[in-house]
Protein backbone atom coordinates (compact mmCIF):
# COMPACT_ATOMS: atom_id res chain seq x y z
CA UNK A 1 0.00 0.00 0.00
CA UNK A 2 1.66 3.38 -1.29
CA UNK A 3 -0.82 5.86 -0.24
CA UNK A 4 -2.41 5.93 -3.85
CA UNK A 5 -5.27 4.70 -4.95
CA UNK A 6 -6.92 4.05 -8.26
CA UNK A 7 -10.04 3.15 -9.72
CA UNK A 8 -11.48 1.27 -11.35
CA UNK A 9 -8.21 -1.37 -11.55
CA UNK A 10 -9.75 -3.00 -15.07
CA UNK A 11 -11.73 -1.19 -17.60
CA UNK A 12 -12.89 -2.01 -20.82
CA UNK A 13 -14.50 0.80 -23.29
CA UNK A 14 -15.76 0.96 -26.53
CA UNK A 15 -14.44 3.75 -28.91
CA UNK A 16 -17.37 4.98 -28.25
CA UNK A 17 -17.41 5.17 -24.78
CA UNK A 18 -16.88 7.80 -22.13
CA UNK A 19 -14.91 7.01 -18.95
CA UNK A 20 -12.83 8.36 -16.38
CA UNK A 21 -10.26 6.93 -14.14
CA UNK A 22 -9.59 8.37 -11.02
CA UNK A 23 -6.71 8.56 -8.68
CA UNK A 24 -6.18 9.51 -4.74
CA UNK A 25 -3.24 9.90 -2.61
CA UNK A 26 -3.26 9.80 1.21
CA UNK A 27 0.22 11.66 1.46
CA UNK A 28 -0.42 15.23 1.38
CA UNK A 29 2.00 15.81 -1.86
CA UNK A 30 1.77 18.90 -3.88
CA UNK A 31 2.55 17.19 -6.81
CA UNK A 32 0.45 14.41 -9.11
CA UNK A 33 0.99 12.79 -12.09
CA UNK A 34 -0.58 10.79 -15.17
CA UNK A 35 1.56 7.99 -17.19
CA UNK A 36 1.15 5.48 -19.89
CA UNK A 37 2.93 1.91 -19.77
CA UNK A 38 2.96 0.17 -22.58
CA UNK A 39 4.36 -3.28 -23.14
CA UNK A 40 7.80 -3.61 -23.71
CA UNK A 41 8.09 0.71 -23.60
CA UNK A 42 9.22 3.09 -21.07
CA UNK A 43 6.86 4.61 -18.93
CA UNK A 44 5.67 7.81 -20.80
CA UNK A 45 4.72 10.84 -18.78
CA UNK A 46 1.28 11.93 -19.78
CA UNK A 47 0.40 14.94 -17.34
CA UNK A 48 2.01 16.58 -14.14
CA UNK A 49 -0.15 18.62 -11.69
CA UNK A 50 1.39 20.89 -9.23
CA UNK A 51 -0.41 22.55 -6.50
CA UNK A 52 -3.55 21.76 -8.74
CA UNK A 53 -2.58 23.40 -11.84
CA UNK A 54 -1.40 21.34 -14.72
CA UNK A 55 2.40 22.24 -15.57
CA UNK A 56 2.93 19.06 -18.03
CA UNK A 57 1.10 18.24 -21.53
CA UNK A 58 3.17 16.22 -22.99
CA UNK A 59 2.23 16.10 -26.32
CA UNK A 60 -1.18 14.29 -25.41
CA UNK A 61 -4.21 13.74 -27.63
CA UNK A 62 -7.13 15.62 -26.86
CA UNK A 63 -9.19 12.09 -26.04
CA UNK A 64 -7.78 12.61 -22.79
CA UNK A 65 -8.41 14.72 -20.17
CA UNK A 66 -6.80 15.49 -17.07
CA UNK A 67 -8.74 17.01 -14.30
CA UNK A 68 -7.18 18.08 -10.70
CA UNK A 69 -9.82 19.26 -8.26
CA UNK A 70 -7.92 19.17 -5.51
CA UNK A 71 -4.21 18.37 -4.19
CA UNK A 72 -5.47 14.75 -3.48
CA UNK A 73 -7.31 14.00 -6.60
CA UNK A 74 -6.93 13.65 -9.90
CA UNK A 75 -8.61 12.23 -12.78
CA UNK A 76 -8.36 11.28 -16.34
CA UNK A 77 -11.31 11.58 -18.58
CA UNK A 78 -11.17 9.56 -21.87
CA UNK A 79 -13.14 10.03 -24.47
CA UNK A 80 -13.40 8.52 -28.41
CA UNK A 81 -9.92 6.25 -27.75
CA UNK A 82 -8.67 4.24 -30.26
CA UNK A 83 -7.42 0.61 -29.94
CA UNK A 84 -3.37 1.75 -29.73
CA UNK A 85 -4.69 3.76 -26.13
CA UNK A 86 -5.17 0.32 -24.50
CA UNK A 87 -2.22 -0.12 -21.77
CA UNK A 88 -1.83 0.53 -17.87
CA UNK A 89 -2.09 4.01 -16.69
CA UNK A 90 -0.41 4.79 -13.72
CA UNK A 91 -0.71 7.50 -11.39
CA UNK A 92 1.74 8.84 -8.76
CA UNK A 93 2.38 11.19 -6.34
CA UNK A 94 5.12 13.42 -4.52
CA UNK A 95 6.03 16.37 -2.19
CA UNK A 96 7.40 18.75 -5.33
CA UNK A 97 7.66 18.60 -8.39
CA UNK A 98 11.34 18.53 -8.41
CA UNK A 99 12.41 14.78 -9.48
CA UNK A 100 14.42 14.55 -6.87
CA UNK A 101 11.61 13.44 -4.76
CA UNK A 102 10.47 10.09 -4.51
CA UNK A 103 7.42 9.76 -6.44
CA UNK A 104 4.86 7.25 -5.36
CA UNK A 105 2.78 5.19 -7.43
CA UNK A 106 -0.87 3.56 -7.19
CA UNK A 107 -1.35 0.59 -8.50
CA UNK A 108 -2.96 1.32 -12.38
CA UNK A 109 -5.65 0.90 -14.47
CA UNK A 110 -5.86 -1.31 -16.95
CA UNK A 111 -7.67 -0.08 -20.08
CA UNK A 112 -8.57 -2.10 -22.90
CA UNK A 113 -10.36 -0.42 -25.56
CA UNK A 114 -12.11 -2.35 -27.91
CA UNK B 1 14.13 14.08 -24.75
CA UNK B 2 16.96 11.67 -22.77
CA UNK B 3 16.75 8.10 -23.76
CA UNK B 4 17.51 5.50 -21.25
CA UNK B 5 18.57 2.03 -22.50
CA UNK B 6 18.39 -1.35 -19.98
CA UNK B 7 20.09 -4.52 -20.77
CA UNK B 8 19.36 -6.82 -21.14
CA UNK B 9 15.44 -6.83 -21.54
CA UNK B 10 14.67 -10.34 -19.80
CA UNK B 11 16.47 -12.18 -17.45
CA UNK B 12 16.22 -15.70 -15.75
CA UNK B 13 17.82 -17.19 -13.30
CA UNK B 14 17.83 -19.76 -10.69
CA UNK B 15 17.44 -18.99 -6.85
CA UNK B 16 21.13 -18.25 -4.98
CA UNK B 17 22.80 -16.85 -8.36
CA UNK B 18 23.65 -13.44 -8.51
CA UNK B 19 22.52 -11.21 -11.64
CA UNK B 20 23.37 -7.41 -12.82
CA UNK B 21 20.99 -5.11 -14.92
CA UNK B 22 22.30 -2.38 -16.61
CA UNK B 23 20.90 1.18 -17.27
CA UNK B 24 23.05 3.36 -20.10
CA UNK B 25 21.95 6.49 -21.73
CA UNK B 26 24.25 9.31 -23.64
CA UNK B 27 22.99 12.35 -21.88
CA UNK B 28 24.04 13.30 -17.80
CA UNK B 29 21.51 13.09 -15.47
CA UNK B 30 21.65 15.07 -11.68
CA UNK B 31 20.27 11.99 -10.43
CA UNK B 32 19.10 8.30 -11.34
CA UNK B 33 16.46 6.18 -9.87
CA UNK B 34 15.59 2.71 -9.72
CA UNK B 35 12.09 1.56 -9.35
CA UNK B 36 10.72 -2.02 -9.19
CA UNK B 37 7.15 -3.21 -10.40
CA UNK B 38 5.67 -6.68 -9.21
CA UNK B 39 2.66 -7.66 -11.40
CA UNK B 40 -0.53 -5.72 -10.77
CA UNK B 41 0.93 -3.25 -9.04
CA UNK B 42 2.80 0.18 -9.76
CA UNK B 43 6.34 0.87 -9.38
CA UNK B 44 8.14 1.10 -5.98
CA UNK B 45 11.48 3.48 -5.82
CA UNK B 46 14.52 1.40 -4.08
CA UNK B 47 17.13 3.87 -4.03
CA UNK B 48 18.20 7.27 -5.84
CA UNK B 49 21.46 8.17 -6.57
CA UNK B 50 22.86 11.44 -7.29
CA UNK B 51 26.66 11.68 -7.04
CA UNK B 52 29.02 10.54 -10.16
CA UNK B 53 30.80 6.90 -9.21
CA UNK B 54 28.47 6.45 -5.69
CA UNK B 55 27.60 2.76 -4.68
CA UNK B 56 24.63 2.19 -2.84
CA UNK B 57 23.83 -0.79 -1.04
CA UNK B 58 20.26 -2.09 -0.13
CA UNK B 59 20.88 -5.54 1.89
CA UNK B 60 21.50 -7.75 -1.45
CA UNK B 61 21.13 -5.27 -3.96
CA UNK B 62 24.17 -2.99 -5.04
CA UNK B 63 23.81 0.65 -7.42
CA UNK B 64 26.40 1.89 -8.54
CA UNK B 65 26.19 5.37 -10.54
CA UNK B 66 28.46 5.69 -13.20
CA UNK B 67 31.76 8.50 -12.72
CA UNK B 68 30.11 10.94 -15.88
CA UNK B 69 26.38 10.05 -13.98
CA UNK B 70 25.23 8.78 -17.63
CA UNK B 71 24.80 5.26 -16.13
CA UNK B 72 23.66 2.75 -13.67
CA UNK B 73 24.17 -0.72 -12.65
CA UNK B 74 21.96 -2.47 -9.98
CA UNK B 75 23.23 -5.85 -8.57
CA UNK B 76 21.36 -8.86 -7.10
CA UNK B 77 23.85 -11.09 -5.01
CA UNK B 78 22.02 -14.57 -4.20
CA UNK B 79 19.00 -13.94 -5.99
CA UNK B 80 15.66 -14.90 -4.25
CA UNK B 81 12.52 -15.66 -5.78
CA UNK B 82 10.98 -12.97 -4.11
CA UNK B 83 13.40 -10.37 -6.49
CA UNK B 84 10.96 -11.34 -9.05
CA UNK B 85 9.72 -8.32 -10.79
CA UNK B 86 10.20 -5.54 -13.27
CA UNK B 87 13.43 -3.37 -12.72
CA UNK B 88 12.91 0.28 -13.51
CA UNK B 89 15.76 3.14 -14.13
CA UNK B 90 14.64 6.57 -14.50
CA UNK B 91 16.96 10.17 -14.47
CA UNK B 92 16.23 13.42 -15.31
CA UNK B 93 18.57 16.12 -16.04
CA UNK B 94 19.68 18.73 -13.61
CA UNK B 95 17.77 21.24 -15.65
CA UNK B 96 14.39 19.13 -16.18
CA UNK B 97 11.47 18.49 -14.21
CA UNK B 98 10.49 15.63 -16.08
CA UNK B 99 11.47 11.97 -15.07
CA UNK B 100 12.44 9.88 -18.17
CA UNK B 101 12.66 6.07 -17.20
CA UNK B 102 14.24 3.27 -19.42
CA UNK B 103 11.65 0.27 -20.10
CA UNK B 104 12.97 -2.08 -18.05
CA UNK B 105 14.68 -5.33 -17.37
CA UNK B 106 12.25 -8.48 -16.27
CA UNK B 107 14.12 -10.72 -13.78
CA UNK B 108 12.51 -14.29 -13.08
CA UNK B 109 14.27 -15.74 -9.98
CA UNK B 110 12.99 -19.77 -10.30
CA UNK B 111 12.80 -21.58 -7.24
Known amino acids: ETGVTQTPRHLVMGMTNKKSLKCEQHLGHNAMYWYKQSAKKPLELMFVYSLEERVENNSVPSRFSPECPNSSHLFLHLHTLQPEDSALYLC?????????????FGPGTRLTVT | TQLLEQSPQFLSIQEGENLTVYCNSSSVFSSLQWYRQEPGEGPVLLVTVVTGGEVKKLKRLTFQFGDARKDSSLHITAAQTGDTGLYLC???????????FGAGTTVTVRA
Open chain 1, 92 to 104: ASSQDRNPSYEQY
Open chain 2, 90 to 100: AGAASNDYKLS
